[in-house]
């Protein structure tokens, strides 16, 4: 199994999940910085130009969701997805709300913080994002009080992946009002089969 990765990006979920597992993997870095993710040799695998990849045999699979949703459900007997259904349910919701109502703002304050030609970047849209996540924030608190995972009685990686995007909207100083969510964030992170933190990886990218 290889998983090609870069430091800082998404791939921090897929490693996670990798490492949580407790299976061997062959790390593959694609240097974002100097454009590897652009290069013909990348794009035969991932034609979006992404990252993470994960190779397993034949199977190419990209989206760092499907990617930990699939290496849950091929060692279910390590019950990081939930069995019963219903509880499986809840995993699937908590999944997608992460990646589409608390992952779709941070994508908009980076694109017009830092990846887009500063041409190009729309001030107002950053102050917008960070006014569409707030609410959303408010629901996951809600969610969470009394709760130590986000699903059942133990952590899935549903909690991986949601952990993760806490990490980014804290970089981008958005859990101020959050100490809730700041506190999951930094138990799921104190696992011993944690990965680093975006702060740390983008530092080690920089190098």
Do not use: C
């Not at 992404?50 to 397993?56: G, H, S």
């Not at 069995?83 to 980076?110: G, H, N, S, V």
């Not at 107002?124 to 569409?132: G, H, K, N, R």
């Amino acid at each position: 199994m290889k998983l090609y990765e870069f430091g800082p990006t998404r791939s921090i979920r897929a490693r996670w999940a990798l490492q949580e597992l407790n299976i061997p993997f062959e790390a593959v870095t694609v240097n974002m910085m100097k454009g590897e993710h652009k290069q013909p040799a990348f794009l035969a695998i991932n034609p979006a130009g992404k990252l993470p990849a994960l190779v397993d045999g034949d199977l190419v699979l990209t989206e760092s969701m499907a990617i930990i949703i699939y290496l849950a459900e091929k060692y279910p007997e390590k019950g990081f997805i939930p069995a019963d259904l219903r509880e499986r349910a809840e995993f699937y919701k908590w999944i997608m709300f992460t990646a589409t109502e608390l992952e779709q703002p941070l994508w908009r304050i980076a694109r017009n913080t830092n990846l887009y030609p500063e041409e190009k970047r729309q001030p107002t849209d950053v102050e917008m994002a960070a006014e569409d996540f707030a609410p959303m924030a408010t629901v996951l608190d809600g969610h969470l009080h009394g709760r130590e995972y986000v699903v059942g009685d133990h952590a899935t990686v549903a909690d991986f992946a949601l952990a993760y995007t806490l990490d980014w909207a804290n970089e981008a100083t958005l859990l101020g009002d959050f100490p809730r969510l700041q506190t999951y964030m930094m138990r799921m992170y104190a696992r011993p089969a944690a990965p680093m933190r975006i702060a740390t990886a983008f530092a080690r990218a920089m190098r």
